[in-house]
Every structure is written in structure tokens, then in C-alpha cells.
């Protein structure tokens, strides 16, 4: 029988950190996704998009500078550059920083469908409108 993982209070620090970064900088539709117990790679993905190359660039460039003045550095980085498809990989938390179209080609919430959520800004926006 498999015992279920919990994240480590420093994960989630390290999560809403890269969170609240990637709202600084504008990041749209955040997702967060709970991988634990559904792979061997990540704990935790994060998927947010950026409404143009430009934008997909300052806001990766900005996370990855961010990170390590909190004294979190990558284990490796893809795609910073290119402005369609950044990747940062900081172990157990793995960030995607995509432009739209990119983003809804390669539907990484599609695949990890079974995944926990642990924050989407998408359902916050529905929840609040239907609030209203």
C-alpha cells in the first residue's frame, strides 16, 4: 500500500513564492498542480502563461533572477529566450511560462487532468464572477 507524500513547508513557501513572482510580473491563468504522488520527476508543476514573446521572457527572466536572491537557484532552465516556452526546474517544482497558443497546444493541465489542484486562477476568477 502506498502512503501518500506531503509537501514539505519549504515547498510551499518555495510554491507561493514563484506564485506571487509570477504576479508581479503579470503572468496570466497560474495553475498549480499537485504531482506527487503521480510522478517520480516533480512534486509540484506550475503552468502560467504570457500574453506575448516579450512577455514570456520578462516574466521568466524575472522569476529566475527573483528566485535566486531568495537563495533558490535552478537545477536547469529551456527556453528563457525564446519567448514561446520557458521551463524552470527547481526539483521538486517545475515552472512553465508559455505563450497561449503555445500553452493550449501542448495542454500540460489536459495531461496531469488527474492531478490535484492546488491553486488555479482561472477557477478563482469563475468563482468570484458567479459571487458577484
Do not use: N
Amino acid at each position: 500500500m502506498s502512503e501518500k507524500k506531503t509537501l514539505a513547508v519549504e515547498d510551499r513557501k518555495k510554491i507561493f513564492l514563484i506564485k506571487e513572482l509570477l504576479e508581479e510580473k503579470k503572468a496570466e491563468d497560474i495553475v498549480i498542480l499537485d504531482l506527487k504522488d503521480l510522478s517520480s520527476v516533480t512534486d509540484t508543476m506550475i503552468v502560467a502563461s504570457g500574453h506575448s514573446d516579450r512577455h514570456v521572457q520578462a516574466v521568466s527572466e524575472y522569476l529566475s533572477q527573483e528566485m535566486k536572491k531568495h537563495g533558490y537557484f535552478p537545477l536547469g532552465s529551456e527556453g528563457l529566450q525564446s519567448g514561446r516556452w520557458a521551463l524552470l526546474d527547481y526539483g521538486e517544482i517545475v515552472v512553465h511560462v508559455f505563450y497561449d497558443d503555445i500553452r493550449l497546444h501542448y495542454d500540460l493541465e489536459g495531461v496531469w487532468r488527474d492531478a490535484p489542484v492546488i491553486y488555479d486562477e482561472r477557477q478563482q476568477a469563475c468563482v468570484s464572477e458567479v459571487k458577484e
